[in-house]
C-alpha cells in the first residue's frame, strides 16, 4: 500500500524523530511511504481561535496536497481529527465540499491505521520500560481512538503499560488556549503530571506530539524524578 | 401587547415561531445513519432491566430498599403489619400519629395501642399539629420495582404534606400494587385518572437526603428521615 | 490586556487566583471524585445508555422544535385546573410580576427551593429591597445565601466548602455549637428551616420540566425541601424557562432516570414531584393558587440560532461541570455568570451579548468531556468553537487578525513555511509577531513551563536528504 504522511508542523520542526518513526515503521512493514513536501498545516491554529476564512485558506491547500493520495495517515490525533471532522464543517456550503468529504473518508490516525486498517498489533518492536499511556482528546473524542494504541503497546517485547487515574483528561494543552489563559492549562498539567508520577513508570507515551510537548514541558520543570515522554511511533520504531 | 395577567404572550410564541423557519440541524444523529427506532415510551430496551415475575420484581423492590436505606417489610397480613408498625412505635417512643382514611390506613390504625394518639388529616389540619407527628402513615398509587420507589398522590395519599412533614413516613401497599417500572406506574396513573390527575404526583425513592456537604450522604435533610414500606397481601 | 472587556479581565483575575488555591481545588476534585465512581455504575446499569440518549436527545429535538405548539398546550391544560400562567419576555417583567403579586396577596414570608432562573434574574434581591424575608431551602443554597455568595455550582451550590468552614458559618450566623459531623450540620439547618416552611405565605420553585400533554410541572430533588416549599404555602410560585418542556407525561419515564444518573449518579433522586395545579377540589391541602412565569430572557434569542438551538435541550443535569477540567480547575465562581461550566460557557453569550461573554468559549481546551457527559447529547464543545467564530465574525481583534494573515500567508506558501523551519526555531519564528502583546507565547509557556528545543534538522530535509535532493 502506499501510505502517504501528513506531518503537522511542530512535528516537522520540534519532533522530527517521530515521523522518522512512522516512517521506519511502514516501511518495516513493507509499505510505500510517500511525503508530499507541499503540506505546511492543517490549519487548526486559526480554525480554534474563530477565524476560520483564514483557516478555510489554508486548509484548501492541504485539500490540493493529499488530493492523489491513497491513503493518509496522520502524525497527530489533533491533525488528524481536522481532516476527518472539521474540514466536512469548514468547507460545508463552499465549493471543496466534496474533496474536503473525499479527504476525510480517506484519512487515518497513526495507531489506527495499524490496527484497525492493517491489521498490524505486532510490529516487532523491543521496549524496556514501564509506561502509561495518555489519550489526546482529539484522538479520544474525536477519532474514537482509545484501544488501539494500547494493544500496539501491549505486543511491544519487555514494555509494562500501566493506566495512570487521569488517563483520559485533558493535558490542558489545547492550542492557544495553553497561552491565552495559562494559569488554567498549567493547573490541569499539574493534575495529568500528577496522575503519571503517581503510576511509578519511567515513560508517559502519547499519539499527539502536542500533549506531550505540554506534558514534558510541566514534567521537567515540576517532576520530582525523571520521566520522559515519547510519542507511539518512537516506542514502536525500537527493536 | 404585555398584559398584567398573562405578559407576553403573543410577543414571545411570535418569536418562537419566528426562530423556528429555519430548521436545527440533528447534531444528535450520526450523520449518514438512520435514526434509530423505538424512542418512545415506554423506554423499556434502555432502561435498566427489571425481573419478569412478580417474585423476581418483589425482590428487586427489596434490594433497591436496601440500597437506600428503606425499612422494606413483607407482612402476611394487616394484623401483620400492625404487629409491625406497634413494635416500632414502642421502639421510637411515638406520641402522636397522623393518617389519611383508606382501607389499609383505617385497618392498620384500629391495631394500634390507644396510647397512641392519631390526627387525621381528612378534614383539614394544622401544621403545627401535623410537623409535631412522629410519623405519618399513608396508602400509595403503586409500587415501583426497577427504582424501588413509592408513587404517591393527593388523592391517594392523604394530600401533599403527611407523607413530607413528619419525621417517618410509613406506606401501607398491597402486594398488587406493585408495578415493574416508572413507565408501568405512568400508564396506571393515566388510566385511573384519565385525564384528571391530582395536583400532586411524587416518586418517593428512600428517605430524605443530601449530599450537600463534601458530597457526604446524610438522611433526612428536610423529608422524613426514615421511610418504612409494608406490604400486604 | 488590549481589547479586554471587564468580564474578560475579571474572569483572567479570578482564574489566577483560583487556579493558585491548591486547597480549594483539591476539595473540588475529592468532590467530584466520588461522581465519576457512581455515574459510572448507574450507567452501566441501563440497558442501553447510548440508546437512552438517542431517545432523550430525539425527544427534547422534539419539545424544542415546536416550543410553541407545546407551551400552548401545558398553558390550555395548566389554566384549565385553575392555574396562572404568565408569559414574561425579560428578568425585570417576571420579577414585577412576583413582586406585584406578593404585594396584592399581602404576602411577609417566602420560601424558596432551588431555582436557577431566580438567580439568572436576581429575583431574591428584588424580593429582599421590596421588604420581603425570603429563605432558600435546599441545604447548599441555604449555605451560599447566609455566606451571600452565588452557588458555585448549579446542582451542588456548596460542593467547595468543606464541613469546617460550613460549621463556623452556622456559629455565626446562627449561633449554633461547633461540629464537624455533616448530619449535626444538616439536622441544625433542618431544624431551623422548620418553621419557615410553615409560617411562609408562599413558595417560590423552579421547575426541572414543564410537561405539555398534562400540564404540570415537574421537580426534581432529594432533600424534600420543594416539596415542603410547595405543599405549605397558600401560593405556589413557579419560574421556569421555556426550554424546559417536554411533550408527554411518560417521557419522564425517561428523563427523570437520566437527569439522576447524569447529574448525581444516583438511579433516581429522592422525590420527583409533578405539579398539575393548585389544590383541586376534593384535596387535603396545598396551595390555593399556582402561579407559573415562564421564563424567555433571551431564550428565543438562542432558539433563533438553528446551529446552537440544541443548547436549549439542556436539563440542568450538571454532568458537563463535573467532567469539565477547566472548572475543576477554576471553580464555579471564577465564571462570574449563572450558569458555570460547559453548557453556561455556550449559552451566556446569548443571553448576556457575545463580546462580553466570549471568554468563557475561550477558556477550553475543547476536550470533549462535556459532549461525551451530556444525556441528551448536546453538541457542546463545538458550540464553543463556533461562539469563537461568531466572535470574529462579528468583530475581529486587531492584533489576532494580524497574526492570522501572517499564519495564513506563510502556510500557503510551503518553500516559506520550510524556510522559516529552517531558519529559526519555533518558537522564536512567532516571537516578532506577538512581541510585546499578553500573547508572546514564550512568556505565557515558559512561565510554568519548559520549552523544547528546535530539532537541528527538520522532518522536511530528513525527508529530502534521504532522497538525496537538497534545495
Known amino acids: ?239 | 401587547m404585555s398584559d398584567p395577567i398573562s405578559g407576553d404572550r403573543e410577543a414571545i410564541l411570535g418569536r418562537i415561531a419566528e426562530a423556528l423557519r429555519e430548521p436545527a440541524p440533528k447534531h444528535h444523529e450520526a450523520p449518514d445513519k438512520p435514526a434509530p427506532l423505538g424512542l418512545t415510551a415506554p423506554f423499556r430496551e434502555w432502561l435498566p432491566p427489571v425481573g419478569k415475575t412478580r417474585k423476581d420484581q418483589i425482590a428487586l423492590f427489596a434490594q433497591q430498599s436496601e440500597v437506600l436505606r428503606t425499612e422494606f417489610v413483607e407482612c402476611a397480613s394487616v394484623v401483620g403489619a400492625a404487629k409491625q408498625l406497634t413494635e416500632l412505635a414502642k421502639k421510637a417512643d411515638w406520641k402522636t400519629i397522623a393518617l389519611h382514611a383508606g382501607e389499609l390506613t383505617d385497618a392498620v390504625a384500629a391495631k394500634l395501642p390507644e396510647t397512641l394518639a392519631t390526627l387525621r388529616v381528612d378534614a383539614g389540619y394544622d401544621k403545627e399539629a401535623l410537623e409535631a407527628c412522629d410519623a405519618g402513615f399513608t396508602e400509595c398509587e403503586a409500587l415501583i420495582a426497577q427504582t424501588g420507589s413509592v408513587c404517591v398522590t393527593a388523592l391517594s395519599s392523604g394530600g401533599r404534606a403527611l407523607s413530607v412533614l413528619p419525621p417517618h413516613h410509613v406506606v401501607i401497599a398491597q402486594k398488587g400494587q406493585l408495578v415493574p417500572d416508572l413507565a408501568a406506574a405512568y400508564e396506571i396513573l393515566a388510566l385511573k385518572y384519565a385525564g384528571h390527575y391530582p395536583s400532586f404526583v411524587s416518586f418517593i425513592t428512600g428517605p430524605s437526603r443530601t449530599g450537600d456537604i463534601e458530597r457526604i450522604l446524610v438522611l433526612g435533610a428536610h423529608g422524613p428521615k426514615r421511610l418504612t414500606v409494608l406490604l400486604v397481601p | 490586556m488590549i481589547n479586554a472587556s471587564e468580564p474578560q479581565e475579571q474572569f483572567q483575575i479570578d482564574a489566577d487566583r483560583t487556579t493558585a488555591d491548591e486547597p480549594r481545588r483539591a476539595a473540588v476534585r475529592q468532590a467530584l471524585g466520588n461522581y465519576k465512581t457512581a455515574r459510572s455504575k448507574t450507567e452501566n446499569a441501563f440497558a442501553s445508555w447510548p440508546h437512552a440518549r438517542d431517545a432523550a436527545a430525539t425527544i427534547k429535538y422534539e419539545g424544542i422544535n415546536h416550543l410553541d405548539r407545546y407551551l400552548r398546550e401545558f398553558e390550555e391544560k395548566f389554566t384549565a385546573r385553575g392555574g396562572k400562567v404568565f408569559w414574561a419576555s425579560s428578568g425585570a417583567q417576571a420579577r414585577e410580576y412576583i413582586l406585584r403579586l406578593a404585594r396584592e396577596r399581602a404576602v411577609k414570608s417566602i420560601v424558596k427551593s432551588k431555582a436557577m432562573t431566580s438567580e439568572e434574574i436576581h429575583l431574591n434581591d428584588a424580593l429582599e429591597k421590596d421588604g420581603y424575608h425570603v429563605i432558600e431551602s435546599d441545604l447548599g443554597e441555604f449555605i451560599q445565601q447566609l455566606k451571600h455568595e452565588p452557588p458555585y455550582h448549579f446542582v451542588f451550590p456548596c460542593m467547595h466548602l468543606k464541613r469546617e468552614e460550613i460549621s463556623a458559618l452556622f456559629e455565626r450566623e446562627l449561633g449554633t455549637a461547633k461540629t464537624d459531623s455533616p448530619e449535626e450540620l444538616t439536622m441544625i439547618a433542618r431544624r431551623f428551616l422548620r418553621r419557615h416552611y410553615i409560617n411562609a405565605d408562599m413558595g417560590i420553585s423552579g421547575g426541572n420540566f414543564i410537561v405539555a400533554e398534562t400540564g404540570m410541572i415537574s421537580i426534581t430533588e432529594n432533600e424534600g425541601n420543594a416539596r415542603l416549599a410547595t405543599a405549605l404555602p397558600k401560593i405556589h410560585v413557579a419560574l421556569v424557562g421555556i426550554e424546559k418542556i417536554i411533550p408527554r407525561l411518560a417521557d419522564l419515564a425517561l428523563f427523570l432516570p437520566m437527569l439522576a444518573t447524569a447529574g448525581t449518579g444516583q438511579q433516581l433522586t429522592c422525590y420527583n414531584s409533578m405539579y398539575g395545579g393548585p389544590r383541586q377540589p376534593g384535596e387535603i391541602d396545598g396551595p390555593e393558587e399556582f402561579h407559573v412565569v415562564l421564563l424567555d430572557n433571551h431564550r428565543t434569542r438562542l432558539l433563533a440560532d438553528a446551529e446552537q438551538r440544541d443548547a436549549l435541550h439542556c436539563i440542568r443535569c450538571g454532568a458537563c461541570l463535573n467532567v469539565c477540567p477547566i472548572f475543576k480547575n477554576i471553580g464555579g465562581h471564577a465564571y462570574g455568570t449563572t450558569y458555570q461550566g460547559p453548557i453556561g460557557s455556550v449559552i451566556t453569550p446569548h443571553f448576556r451579548g457575545l463580546q462580553d461573554w466570549k471568554h468563557l468559549s475561550g477558556a477550553s481546551s475543547l476536550c470533549g468531556a462535556c459532549t461525551e457527559a451530556c444525556p441528551v447529547k448536546i453538541d457542546i464543545h463545538h458550540h464553543l468553537l463556533q461562539n469563537r467564530r461568531n466572535a470574529v465574525s462579528e468583530k475581529k481583534v486587531w492584533w489576532e487578525r494580524f497574526i492570522w494573515f501572517g499564519f495564513r500567508e506563510l502556510m500557503k506558501r510551503p518553500w516559506a513555511y520550510q524556510m522559516a523551519m529552517r531558519l529559526a526555531p519555533v518558537g522564536q519564528f512567532f516571537h516578532p509577531l506577538v512581541l510585546g502583546t499578553a500573547l508572546d507565547p514564550v512568556n505565557s509557556w515558559t512561565k510554568t513551563r519548559d520549552f523544547p528545543a528546535a530539532a537541528p534538522q527538520s522532518f522536511h530535509d530528513w525527508w529530502r536528504d534521504r532522497k538525496g535532493v537538497r534545495k
Request: glycine residues 8%; aromatic residues 10%; negative net charge.
Open chain 1, 1 to 239: 500500500m502506499r501510505v502517504t504522511l501528513f506531518i503537522p508542523c511542530f512535528i516537522d520542526s520540534l519532533y522530527p524523530k517521530v515521523a522518522m518513526s512512522i516512517v521506519q515503521i511502514f516501511e518495516r512493514l513493507g509499505h510505500e511511504v510517500d511525503y508530499p513536501e507541499g503540506q505546511t498545516c492543517c490549519g487548526q491554529p486559526p480554525f480554534n481561535s474563530g477565524y476560520w476564512d483564514e483557516a478555510r485558506e489554508v486548509a484548501a491547500r492541504q485539500l490540493e496536497v493529499f488530493r492523489d493520495a491513497e491513503v493518509v495517515v496522520s502524525a497527530s490525533g489533533s491533525c488528524g481529527a481536522m481532516f476527518k471532522k472539521f474540514y466536512l464543517e469548514l468547507f460545508h456550503g463552499h465549493p471543496q465540499e466534496a474533496a474536503a468529504k473525499a479527504l476525510a473518508a480517506k484519512t487515518y490516525e497513526f495507531s489506527e491505521f495499524l490496527v484497525d486498517k492493517l491489521g498490524v498489533r505486532d510490529v516487532g518492536a523491543r521496549f524496556d520500560g514501564k509506561v502509561t499511556f495518555h489519550d489526546g482528546c482529539h484522538g479520544l473524542r474525536e477519532l474514537g481512538t482509545k484501544e488501539a494504541p494500547r494493544e500496539l503497546l501491549r505486543a511491544v517485547k519487555g514494555l509494562e503499560l500501566i493506566e495512570m487515574g487521569e488517563a483520559e483528561s485533558c493535558c490542558g494543552f489545547g492550542g492557544m488556549f495553553a497561552v491565552k489563559f495559562p494559569q488554567i492549562s498549567t493547573a490541569m498539567a499539574e493534575v495529568k503530571c500528577n496522575s503519571i508520577i503517581d503510576t511509578g513508570v519511567e515513560y508517559v507515551v502519547s499519539n499527539d506530539s502536542s500533549c506531550l510537548m505540554q506534558i514534558q514541558g510541566y514534567l521537567s520543570r515540576h517532576s520530582p524524578r525523571v520521566v520522559k515522554s515519547l510519542h507511539l511511533a518512537e516506542v514502536l520504531a525500537q527493536q
